[in-house]
């Protein structure tokens, strides 16, 4: 099992250049989030799904899309790229079968992204 | 909305315990959650407690929630080098989880 997948690694864009970061997951679960993590700061929540088909804001949806059309995929798009969107991006998927509480997020190992 | 609030440092003398607290404001969060993050990786998760306990331990962490005051801490009992990370409360409910800003914590010898 590869777990979550996240592609790029890093990325250097131009502001108004887009982008899509990738995200695919081999583990079957329902649930998948995007979060950015800002220098010395913590995760904010961009936008999350409990399924293919279904897609939710978080906290700090404003310049951002997503689209689940599998379980596997869940791809955050980026159409006009700032500066304030410099920042790491992580995926991250949870069962959401059975109890909860033991469904921990299991976390890509991030995105760079600059915008300059 | 919800929030997650956590102090961004601390420092311990190696051997001491280390006592991390949260404070978060959705009363309705089922679910609180300590993750560790250490530097150039993704989130872990080290433990988590149910809304409808007060205590939990698992080897040297102690969690405990104060559901009346809407506090949570994570204390690391025997603080260790392999403990320098960041630490996050989380909180959330079945679809989605809301972090804290994160607690660094430097161990001293």
């Known amino acids: 099992n590869a777990g979550v997948t996240q592609t790029p690694k890093f990325r250097i864009l131009k502001i108004g250049q887009s982008m899509t970061l990738q995200c695919t997951q081999d583990?079957?679960?329902?649930?998948m989030y995007w979060y950015r993590q800002d220098p010395g700061m913590g995760l904010k929540l961009i936008y999350y799904?409990?399924?293919?088909?279904?897609?939710d804001k978080g906290e700090v949806p404003n310049g951002y899309n997503v689209s689940r059309s599998t379980t596997e995929d869940f791809p955050l798009r980026l159409e006009l790229a700032a500066p304030s969107q410099t920042s790491v991006y992580f995926c991250a998927t949870r069962s959401g079968q059975g109890q909860v509480h033991n469904s921990p997020l299991h976390f890509g190992n991030g995105t760079r992204l600059t915008v300059t | 909305g919800e929030d997650v609030e956590q102090s961004l440092f601390l420092s311990v003398r190696e051997g001491d315990s280390s006592v991390i607290n949260c404070t978060y404001t959705d009363s309705s969060s089922t679910y609180l959650y300590w993750y560790k993050q250490e530097p150039g990786a993704g989130l872990q998760l080290l433990t988590y407690?149910?809304?409808?306990?007060d205590m939990k331990q698992d080897q040297r962490l102690t969690v405990l929630l104060n559901k009346k005051d809407k506090h949570l801490s994570l204390r690391i009992a025997d603080t260790q080098t392999g403990d320098s990370a960041i630490y996050f409360c989380?909180?959330?409910?079945?679809?989605?989880?809301?972090f804290g800003s994160g607690t660094r914590l430097s161990i001293r010898p």
């Open positions: 799904s409990v399924g293919a088909g279904i897609t």
């Open positions: 583990m079957n679960h329902n649930y």
């Open positions: 407690i149910f809304s409808n306990m």
């Open positions: 989380a909180g959330g409910s079945a679809s989605k989880i809301i």
